[in-house]
């Protein structure tokens, strides 16, 4: 168990974004600060509700991590 808070900027590309910014990490004992990178990716859009496809990691010292996130949307992306 563990908590990630980050910062991020990105660009935006049609229905893609990428993301990169800082991160702190908190697992368990242990806490660290990193680089904290995320890609979306928007699909199957009918009127404002779409799919969405999300990457992120973080990338730090201590325990770096990541994983994949499947979304309905609902809006302007």
Known sequence: HGRDLSLLYGRTAGQAAALAGIGYTDVGSTSTVGLALQGRL???TLGPWGLGLTAFANVNPGS???GLALSLELGNF
């Open 64 to 66: 770096s991590f990541g």
């Open 42 to 44: 928007r699909f199957g």
